[in-house]
């Protein structure tokens, strides 16, 4: 909440000095300063403080510092922290629809998923989210996910087995990596790189920009592209500072999301081509996998039993596909 104070100095008001104090708002953020989310990020952090003439302060910490994504998302919920941008993997976990995104081959490509989660489906998960303290405002890109690794290249399924991958925190992709015959862990974002160098894992699946920006590469240098995972990333704000707002500064919150969002999908398009240009200079090895077919049959068991786990969310899974 604003606070006003008028500065009073001995009998005399002084009425020239009504300082508001502005609401700072806490801001998490998992990726470094130069990453397309972040710069988004902060551009949303200085047209809110800008269009509310400092009602709002936002405040963005970047590189996870304010904890890795699992306890940030319930920080958010629980009000701690005040927005933050949120991969759907984790999120998973506590909003189950949202499960939904984080089937393995759910969106055809990026195209389709912009479509989906920018109209009536995305919507659905938004209302899921607000019902779990979370405002999603916007929906950012973070293009197709593929696994690397210390040991070989990946042609077909079968080279997986027997590998240990890295995964984020949800066990959909326990399941999907047991598919493939390899070993899942579920592990926090910031650990990777030590336990690739170290050997703990073989390997793990991510994005171009992430791959380069964690410097998975110098470790990892087998990139093997079977874009299984497309995940979108919501720009969250938290129930309780939403809540707090007035209606002026909601549209404000509001549009100054849509247009970092804008503006992180319009940056993400160039840092693909120049992380993918990037990692290959640097000695990465990159190929297309034989039979992509091969991969999304795998998943057949992993939809499978989501849907007898979760009945009511399958007409959510055929909308989506259905959807162009
Ligand atoms: C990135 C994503 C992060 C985080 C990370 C991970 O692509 O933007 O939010 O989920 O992957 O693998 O943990």
Redesign the pocket.
């Known amino acids: 909440m604003t606070l006003t104070r008028i500065a009073m100095s001995g009998a005399i008001a002084a009425l020239t000095a009504v300082p508001t104090l502005a609401e700072g708002w806490r801001g998490w953020n998992?990726?470094p300063e130069d990453y397309p989310?972040s710069i988004a990020l902060e551009s949303f952090a200085k047209e809110v403080a800008e269009k509310t003439e400092g009602r709002i302060e936002p405040q963005v910490y970047h590189n996870a510092v304010l904890g890795d994504?699992p306890d940030a998302i319930e920080q958010v919920r629980n009000g701690g922290l005040d927005f933050a941008?949120?991969?759907m993997?984790?999120m998973g976990q506590i909003v189950p629809a949202t499960n939904v995104l984080s089937l393995p081959f759910i969106f055809r490509d990026v195209d389709q998923m912009h479509v989906v989660m920018d109209g009536e489906i995305g919507q659905r998960f938004s209302d899921a989210l607000s019902e779990e303290g979370l405002v999603a405002l916007s929906w950012f890109d973070?293009?197709s996910?593929s696994f690397y690794n210390t040991k070989q290249a990946i042609e077909t399924p079968d080279d997986v087995k027997g590998m240990k991958f890295r995964v984020?925190n949800n066990d959909l992709y326990v399941q999907m990596v047991d598919m493939l015959g390899g070993n899942a862990t579920p592990m926090?974002?910031g650990e990777?790189y030590q336990s690739l160098k170290t050997g703990v894992i073989d390997g793990?699946?991510?994005?171009y920009?992430?791959y380069d920006s964690s410097n998975h590469f110098e470790v990892a240098k087998y990139y093997s592209i079977t874009n299984h995972l497309i995940?979108p990333?919501c720009l969250c704000v938290s129930t309780a500072a939403w809540d707090g707002l007035s209606d002026e500064d909601k549209a404000i919150v509001k549009e100054a999301a849509v247009n970092a969002a804008k503006e992180q999908r319009a940056l993400w398009a160039d840092r693909e081509m120049k992380s993918r240009e990037k990692v290959e200079a640097a000695g990465a090895m990159i190929n297309e996998v034989k039979d992509p077919a091969a991969f999304q049959d795998a998943m057949g068991p992993v939809y499978e039993g989501f849907i007898k786990a979760n009945p009511d969310l399958e007409s959510l899974i055929e909308d989506i596909q259905s959807s162009n």
Do not use: K, L, T, W
């Open positions: 998992i990726h989310n994504q941008n949120f991969n993997g984790p973070s293009g996910r984020m926090a974002y990777v793990a699946e991510n994005n920009p992430s995940i990333e």
